[in-house]
């Protein structure tokens, strides 16, 4: 009897399943991006300029996207993760310095987002904050620590849907979608207050963390499968590289779009009532109630939440993998925690500072700024190294970056550069 083919239907089906699983450390890379501190700036964006810096978003989708592309290409073509290639291109002592800035930025900043989902916690059902801190830190480590790391990759997939609580924030405010047109094209506002929101933004959404996220991930991709490293299996390439260019730009396009829903949301109700300054995105949760209502607020702070638990661990991950790089620990989350002691090690200290920061006199808005000083510190050198490795011949053999790539990626380095300087020079001004 002859096999029947497949109807249309079933073949579309099947290419966009297809398409969903080659979904991966791109959009959780994206995802992780809009966390509760970056909920906050991008809140803050739209208070108070509306929808004034909505063309930011456009401007920085192409410069991340090559960087997190860059990240990735080593990640997958040399097999190991970013901290390892750098500790064998640079000396060893710069490299680490960097890895020092960016642990101390990623405890600082696992410590704001565990308040900031804490406040929300606390909003919407009136429990103790500190619970929740306590609450939010043991779930997030035992995931990583417990759940073998293809399940736990899963659940970090389906985590990014809560991100979809601010694109339906949209659809329950009154939004003026032709001033959001103009502000995506068009910059109406210069001044010093917009330049010093622009150089925040750009540094949310262009974060030393995720560089070695994505790396670190690729690698850990091909650990968990039959395939080796690109250097290593040539014939895979074409393939590797367009599976990491679709899952790439579609997690960094998904991340920016939701960053622009919560400009967008943030501009249709609180720069509309004449609400311009966000402490937090908790206070950004909290402003909606009155002007949005009830179920606007409560979108906004499960939002928070789901958000948190996607950026938390990815920030105690990634500064685990740095360290373990360096040090050359056995690292990855597909061992077990005895396997691999002292990579877990660095996840459970991570997140156990962070909770310690939560109950001291440090204000979390505080803890974000200098979040942001360090991650900006480390941001230009980690870019300008990157762009080096995936340039070298002796790292990444006949696969180094294409010339597209290395444009889009010295551009973003430069513009990094430029938002660093007017941060700095805004702190002393």
């Not at 393939?239 to 997690?251: A, E, S």
């Not at 909290?286 to 499960?302: E, M, S, T």
């Not at 939440?305 to 993998?321: K, N």
């Not at 006949?398 to 790539?405: D, E, I, K, Y």
Request: aromatic share 10%; net charge positive; hydrophobic share 55%.
């Amino acid at each position: 009897m002859a096999r029947r083919g497949k109807t249309g239907l079933e073949r579309l089906r099947s290419r966009i399943v297809g398409s969903l699983e080659e979904l991966g450390p791109g959009l959780v890379t994206g995802a992780a991006d809009d966390d509760p501190s970056g909920i906050a700036t991008y809140s803050q964006a739209g208070a108070q300029f509306g929808y004034g810096l909505m063309w930011t978003m456009v401007l920085c989708y192409p410069l991340m996207s090559a960087v997190q592309l860059v990240s990735a290409h080593i990640g997958r073509v040399t097999g190991t993760g970013l901290a390892s290639n750098l500790a064998g291109t640079f000396p060893r002592q710069l490299v680490g310095l960097l890895i020092g800035i960016l642990l101390i930025a990623n405890v600082i900043n696992i410590g704001a987002d565990l308040s900031a989902m804490a406040e929300a916690g606390q909003l919407v059902t009136g429990v103790g904050e500190h619970v929740y801190v306590i609450g939010f830190a043991v779930v997030g480590v035992a995931l990583q620590l417990f759940v073998p790391y293809r399940r736990y990759a899963r659940i970090l997939k389906w985590l990014t849907l809560s991100l979809f609580a601010y694109v339906a924030v949209l659809l329950v405010v009154r939004t003026d979608w032709h001033g959001a047109a103009i502000g995506l094209v068009w910059p109406r506002d210069l001044g010093h207050d917009a330049i010093l929101t622009i150089v925040a933004l750009l540094g949310t959404t262009i974060s030393p963390y995720l560089f070695f996220w994505q790396s670190s991930q690729e690698a850990e991709e091909i650990a968990n499968s039959k395939h080796r490293a690109i250097k290593r299996e040539p014939r895979s390439a074409p393939k590797q590289f367009r599976r990491m260019r679709f899952d790439t730009l579609t997690g960094m396009a998904f991340s920016n779009l939701i960053a622009l829903a919560i400009i967008m949301a943030a501009a249709a109700t609180l720069n509309r009532q004449g609400v311009t300054e966000i402490g937090s995105a908790a206070d950004a949760a909290q402003a909606l109630r009155p002007v949005a209502g009830q179920f606007a607020f409560a979108l906004f702070a499960i939002g928070i939440i789901g958000t948190g638990f996607l950026a938390v661990p990815v920030l105690a991950g990634s500064a685990a993998f740095a360290v373990a790089e360096i040090f050359g620990w056995k690292e990855g989350l597909e061992y077990q925690p005895q396997q691999a002691a002292g990579f877990y090690a660095i996840i459970v200290a991570a997140t156990f500072i962070g909770v310690l920061i939560d109950w001291s006199p440090i204000e979390p808005m505080r803890a974000l700024f200098w979040s942001a000083v360090l991650n900006g510190v480390a941001a230009v050198p980690l870019m300008i190294a990157m762009m080096v490795v995936v340039s070298r011949h002796q790292v990444m053999g006949r696969f180094t970056a294409g010339r597209p790539l290395l444009l889009l990626g010295w551009a973003a380095t430069v513009v990094m550069t430029a938002a660093s300087v007017a941060m700095f020079a805004g702190m002393i001004a």
